[in-house]
T-cell receptor, first 112, second 114 residues
Framework: EDQVTQSPEALRLQEGESSSLNCSYT??????LFWYRQDPGKGPEFLFT???AGEEKEKERLKATLTKKESFLHITAPKPEDSATYLC?????????????FGRGTSLIVHP | KAGVTQTPRYLIKTRGQQVTLSCSPI?????VSWYQQTPGQGLQFLFE???????NKGNFPGRFSGRQFSNSRSEMNVSTLELGDSALYLC?????????????FGNGTRLTVT
């Protein structure tokens, strides 16, 4: 069974204090790994898709990386507006197995 | 380009009633998926439609059903509501099923069952 585990569950940072969120996964074959940001009371907002080990994507203060077993979301010099829950989802290869499996998320709070 | 639109945003229902939620996908997106989100279980997949056909169904009871129309708009229905059905129901659209395309979510319908 495909599994996605995110850590830590919660993270508190001071403004400017860089850190990383982890998403580890077990799938028979990876079609894509997705990162989302979710603000309270809203739906998840798509951030990145990663398809193969070694791939990296960047957007403002966020950088996502991928290995064969995990992905990291690096947050550089975060600001309070980066506070949100970050979700990771994995889509597997194979007929009938393409429904993304979501992790439970990491709740990030950035203090000014 | 307009995003995914879900209506209504909030609903309060009583146990035993039924409810219908609506979703309009991003223009050009033919795949629509529905998820239930609760603090205890996270995002749980309900079902996915593509070109008016249900392609996949999650592990939910038959009280949960859905459909997709020819314009790709989708509805989901929950009958005989239970207290445990209280959740945020999210609709997501994507370009095509199984293509590695990301899901684009609406802001959800917050359902409270009393």
């Amino acid at each position: 069974e495909d599994q996605v585990t995110q850590s830590p569950e919660a993270l508190r940072l001071q403004e400017g204090e860089s850190s990383s969120l982890n998403c580890s996964y077990t799938v028979s074959g990876l079609r894509g790994l997705f990162w989302y940001r979710q603000d309270p009371g809203k739906g998840p907002e798509f951030l990145f898709t990663l398809y193969s080990a070694g791939e990296e994507k960047e957007k403002e203060r966020l950088k996502a990386t991928l290995t064969k077993k995990e992905s990291f979301l690096h947050i550089t010099a975060p600001k309070p507006e980066d506070s949100a829950t970050y979700l990771c989802a994995v889509q597997a290869l194979g007929e009938g197995s393409y429904i993304p499996t979501f992790g439970r998320g990491t709740s990030l709070i950035v203090h000014p | 380009k307009a995003g995914v639109t879900q209506t209504p945003r909030y609903l309060i229902k009583t146990r035993g009633q039924q409810v219908t939620l609506s979703c309009s996908p991003i223009s050009g997106h033919r795949s629509v998926s529905w998820y239930q989100q609760t603090p205890g279980q996270g995002l749980q997949f309900l079902f996915e439609y593509f070109s008016e056909t249900q392609r996949n169904k999650g592990n939910f009871p038959g009280r949960f059903s859905g459909r997709q129309f020819s314009n790709s708009r989708s509805e989901m229905n929950v009958s005989t509501l239970e207290l445990g059905d209280s959740a945020l129901y999210l609709c997501a659209s994507s370009l095509a099923t199984g293509s590695g395309s990301p899901l684009h979510f609406g802001n959800g319908t917050r359902l409270t069952v009393t």
